[in-house]
Structure formats: C-alpha cells, structure tokens
Nanobody, 114 residues
Framework: QVQLVESGGGLVQPGGSLRLSCTTSGFAFSGKIMSWYRQAPGKEREFVAS????????GYVDSVKGRFTISRDNAVNTVYLQMNSLKPEDTAMYYC???????WGQGTQVTVSS
C-alpha cells in the first residue's frame, strides 16, 4: 500500500533552517511528480513546491521562492524540502504528495518562533 512518511520538522528560530524528508513506498516513485504542501492552524492546505520526475524542474509558491529548495532521490524513493531563512509565517504542518495519488501522510510539524 501507499506510504508517505514525512520527517525533519521541529522548532526553529526565525532565520533558521530545516530539511524535511519524505520517504515513500507502494508506488512507482520515479514516475510521479512530487510536491510539498503545508497547512497552518485555521487555514486551508496550500501548495508549497513541486518537482518533476527527474528533478530537473521545480516550482514554488511565491512566498517561499529563494528560500526553499525541493529535491528528490529516485534511488531511495525520497523527496526533500530544504527550508532556509525561515519566518514565523512558515509555521505549519508540512505534507508531501504524489501526483494523482489520493493519499496524505501524517505530516511533520514546523514551528518558527523565537
């Protein structure tokens, strides 16, 4: 069965960095566009970043451009999100998502606070 396991979240001060990982199984990872989403308390889930099958192309929501970098390693079925220059407004639960698969993992909490 499909599994998406996010990890790497935590509490960080403004300006700090975190690297999120999403390990996957149960589907052909290298054949799927992968994305990261986030959901802040009281808000709808929003798109953060996506990456093409080979990793050659990425897309980002405007609010994270220049600060976040999405990458993938097809050899280990894992997608990453490097988050730099974190801001309090980045505080949210972060989820990864495989295109066209209706499944969400448990997410990993990112809290940016001094």
């Amino acid at each position: 069965q499909v599994q998406l396991v996010e990890s790497g979240g935590g509490l960080v001060q403004p300006g700090g960095s975190l690297r999120l990982s999403c390990t996957t199984s149960g589907f052909a990872f290298s054949g799927k566009i992968m994305s990261w989403y986030r959901q802040a308390p009281g808000k709808e889930r929003e798109f953060v970043a996506s990456i093409s099958l080979t990793g050659s192309s990425q897309g980002y929501v405007d609010s994270v451009k220049g600060r976040f970098t999405i990458s993938r390693d097809n050899a280990v079925n894992t997608v990453y999100l490097q988050m730099n220059s974190l801001k309090p407004e980045d505080t949210a639960m972060y989820y990864c998502k495989a295109a066209l698969i209706d499944y969400w993992g448990q997410g990993t909490q990112v809290t940016v606070s001094s």
